[in-house]
């Protein structure tokens, strides 16, 4: 009486297994599909010879994306252009182009409230004892690809400054007294022994950023730094002004395509960043990214280039001996408005020439080293060799007019105590050799007059007059 019909029945009983099977059908063709094509993107990958640099891509993508740098916009957001595996923040800034962002921090760096690479605060009120150098310039001075903080020159020359005032207590008769001796032949010898370096604590502040030309550490140092009442200002740069245009003043952060107007580019940017998980997971996504998801910018609109591919590089050298000159310009102009600056406050002033791989003896180069080079090319290397030097005569000639304020050192033909390796790319250096530079720094500052200290002669004993003597007969 209450029996379902046999053809209703039967609708019902098959229409919605019906649905339920192609909805899992669908599931299960779209994984499988994916899983055909992940194998066909391994199968190209070992077919191009590719396998071990995939499967390394892991291993040493954290150190290599952690230095990085990831734009951020004025409204606190991502830029759609910046790398997709960017980690060093730096936000737009009107006074000095770009900045770090403050409080950030990763397995290798961290930067501190002030944004300096420093784990601890830098306050505006100097302690009494506290002996302040502040390093300025772009990644090289920044440590890029150093293992730490503590491994980048800064620290390193803090650790060497530490360790000379520990040496002239423990073996002060090394060093020349503190007051001379009277006797002429003995004076001789202690004057020439090596001047003690003022007593103190030091403290050397990591102020460099990634990219920085000298343009951007003159606005630097002008607006930011001499606040902090520096004792001695380091200066290492030279290799972003050789890249930067000269109708450039200083690098900025690249600017984005606007994407309302370009609703592909904002999809790709979109789709970019949701499969970024899984880039290092899956050869598919990694080729896709590569390939088809990656923001085009062209070369003009990104002037930051410490990071870019070694074969890359020549585009971004100077063209002809006039643009060459308009660049060196620039960088002799700049610095010396800082040490115009520095000599004001009363500030001396070291520069030094960036480092650079084809500056180094090439019987020194490692195999790895060798490997880079010739990833730069030939034009790259003569190009660098026959132009680069004029960036260290210009500051050669900047010491010559003010002996006073300036010691320049020439880091681009590193000396062959340097250890090998010391290049891991065309300008930056390993933890070693960044040991080397901080040496070479410490020297530097130990040389400097306002940072020794001057001997005092001891007073003549007076002698008797006549009268004396006639009291002491009598």
């Known amino acids: 009486m209450f029996r379902t019909k046999p053809k209703e029945r039967y609708l019902f009983i098959n229409r919605k297994p019906k649905k339920k099977f192609s909805l899992v059908w669908f599931v299960v063709s779209a994984v499988l599909s ?87 605060d830098v306050s505006l009120t100097k302690p009494q004892d506290e002996i302040r150098i502040f390093i300025l310039g772009g990644s090289t001075a920044f440590g890029y690809g150093s293992s730490s903080n503590e491994n980048a020159i800064a620290k390193q020359l803090e650790l060497r400054l530490t360790k000379r005032l520990q040496q002239q207590r423990q073996s002060p008769k090394i060093y020349k007294p503190d007051v001379l001796p009277l006797d002429s032949d003995e004076r001789k010898k202690a004057l020439a022994k090596p001047s003690k370096i003022k ?81 290092d997971k899956s050869y598919l996504v990694k080729m896709l990214q590569d390939s088809v998801l990656e923001p085009q910018v062209s070369s003009e609109e990104i002037n930051i280039v410490f990071d870019k591919p070694g074969n890359h590089l020549t585009a971004y050298a100077p063209k002809n001996q006039e643009e060459l000159q308009r660049r ?87 000396s062959d105590k340097y250890p090998s390796p010391s290049f891991i790319d065309a300008i930056h250096l390993t933890d070693n050799a960044n040991t080397m530079v901080a040496e070479q720094l410490y020297y530097a500052i130990a040389s400097l007059s306002k940072m020794q200290v001057v001997p005092r002669t001891p007073p003549k004993p007076v002698k008797p007059d006549a009268k004396d003597k006639d009291k002491k007969v009598k």
């Open 34 to 120: 994916l899983l055909v094509f992940e194998l066909i993107a391994r199968i190209f990958v070992d077919i191009t010879g590719k396998r071990e640099e995939f499967a390394q891509l892991t291993e040493a993508v954290d150190i290599k994306q952690s230095y990085e740098l990831k734009f951020i916009d004025k409204a606190g957001e991502i830029s759609p252009i910046s790398p997709q595996t960017g980690v060093l923040a730096v936000k737009p800034s009107l006074s000095v182009g770009y900045e770090l962002v403050t409080n950030q921090e990763n397995s290798y760096w961290k930067i501190n409230q002030q944004g300096f690479r420093d784990v601890d």
């Open 199 to 279: 007593s103190g604590k030091y403290r050397v502040i990591n102020a460099a950023v990634p990219g920085y030309a000298s343009g951007n550490g003159l606005a630097q140092l002008a607006l930011q730094i001499l606040q902090y009442k520096p004792n001695i200002l380091i200066v290492l740069d030279g290799y972003e002004d050789f890249m930067l245009n000269s109708s450039e003043s200083a690098v900025q952060i690249p600017q984005p395509q606007v994407y309302p107007d370009d609703a592909p580019s904002y999809i790709k940017a979109s789709v970019g960043k949701l499969l970024k998980p899984l880039e």
């Open 328 to 414: 060196v310009d620039r960088y002799f102009q700049n610095h010396k408005q800082m040490v115009t600056l520095a000599t004001g406050a009363g500030v001396p002033v070291i520069i030094a020439t960036q480092p650079e791989i084809t500056g180094r003896n090439p019987s020194k180069l490692t195999p790895t080293e060798g490997e880079i080079t010739t990833q730069l090319g030939r034009e790259y290397i003569k190009t660098i060799k026959e132009n680069y030097p004029r960036f260290v005569g210009a500051n050669q000639y900047l010491q010559k007019l003010f002996p006073n304020n300036v010691k320049a050192i020439n880091l681009y033909n590193l």
